[in-house]
């Protein structure tokens, strides 16, 4: 307890300094939690969509990756390719769909159409939406609006969508919120989009199977049967999804690092600034017995109680942060884009602990080797 009373105090000697220090590091492990926590976020949020899905398999053309919105190529040969096999191999429902998105400078001004065919409604791929008001399906010439987007853009029953200058519908449906991707899709007949994009092909087929068959095996024999595409269950988005997510972790820890570097940096000078300006009180703790291993703990510790701080300080500011991500994530696309687990937290504060040690070494390492004559020599 004696030796933290001498920590803090001299602290407390050079208070703008701390402050900064300090501030360095809150700012530097705050960056750092909430660039993280986009990854822990997403990693959540497409465990909790894909869980969501009604249909087990997802087929799209060979080498396509499963969450691009590009132009259809699937042939409309594929979907009765597979209609043909559906008995055979346990498929009880074949989807075709056509995504067009029109793209705008913010969510506002951003809209996905997934073109269904005749029949179906946005409750065939996810089971758990709920209709707000209207109907549950386009139909012909008409358009269910997903919840959020809805509510974004003041689309309510009879409001008109242009699609294209040539393609119009009216708001037949509109979803209740369920806080997914859902929210942010309005669902159209398939043809519009055919329409809007001049052709017959389309974007992916989902597939529903029998419980008693296994996906992995139906993939297996969609892909041996039928050339050119690629079937995917929920498992193996979910692992290149992952993989996806592993990838951007590292690109923002990168970037992080930056800010860590500038953090440890400012303790560094913090810590080896105050060893110069006490060299004289280190040679009066030499002269009346303070061992060298004394002195180097007494700054390390000094460094170690700033980097523990900053920690739980930026840690805080990195809640916040992500608090304040999720607003609004939540309100313009459905999904809460953040998430600050323990095992991040706990990761940072290792971080920020990682920092004040490795920038209080060297300053340690210097006042534990100042020579006793020399410092009581200084004036």
Do not use: C
Request: aromatic residues 6%.
């Amino acid at each position: 307890m004696e030796v933290l009373a001498l920590v803090y105090r001299n602290l407390r000697a050079r208070p703008v300094r701390s402050l900064l220090t300090l501030l360095g590091i809150v700012v530097a492990t705050a960056s750092m939690v909430l660039f993280m926590s986009f990854g822990e976020g997403l990693r959540k949020a497409l465990g909790a969509e894909l869980s969501s899905v009604g249909p087990a398999l997802l087929v799209l053309p060979e080498g396509v990756e499963a969450f691009s919105a590009g132009y259809p190529e699937l042939r409309p040969e594929v979907v009765g390719q597979l209609e043909a096999l559906a008995g055979e191999l346990g498929v009880t429902k074949v989807i075709p769909s056509a995504v067009f998105v029109r793209g705008g400078f913010d969510p506002t001004s951003s809209f996905a159409f997934q073109g269904l065919p005749q029949g179906v409604g946005p409750k065939d791929l996810y089971p758990n939406l709920e209709v707000a008001e209207g109907v549950v399906t386009p139909g012909e010439g008409g358009a269910v609006v997903g919840g959020t987007i809805a509510e974004r853009n003041k689309l309510g029953l009879g409001k008109t969508l242009r699609l294209s200058p040539e393609v119009s519908l009216e708001v037949v449906g509109v979803l209740e919120r369920a806080g997914g991707i859902a929210d942010s899709v309005i669902y159209v007949p398939v043809e519009a989009v055919h329409a809007v994009l001049g052709t017959k092909n389309y974007t992916s087929v989902l597939l529903s199977v029998r419980d008693d068959r296994r996906a992995e095996e139906v993939a297996a024999a969609i892909e041996a049967r039928i050339p050119g595409v690629d079937a995917q269950t929920a498992g193996d988005v979910l692992r290149f999804a992952e993989r996806a997510v592993r990838i951007s972790d590292l690109v923002r820890f990168g970037i992080s690092l930056v800010a860590l570097l500038v953090g440890g940096l400012l303790v560094a000078n913090t810590v080896m600034m105050s060893v110069y300006e006490r060299i004289r009180e280190f040679g009066l703790m030499r002269a009346i017995g303070a061992r060298r291993r004394f002195i180097f703990g007494l700054v390390l510790l000094e460094a170690l109680l700033l980097g523990l701080v900053g920690g739980l300080l930026g840690l805080l500011l990195g809640q916040v942060a992500s608090f304040a991500v999720n607003w609004y994530t939540v309100r313009e696309v459905g999904l809460a884009l953040s998430s600050v687990t323990p095992r991040l937290a706990l990761f940072a504060l290792l971080v920020a602990l990682g920092l004040g040690l490795l920038a209080g070494v060297l300053p340690a390492r210097t006042a534990s080797r100042i020579p006793v004559v020399e410092a009581l020599g200084r004036v």
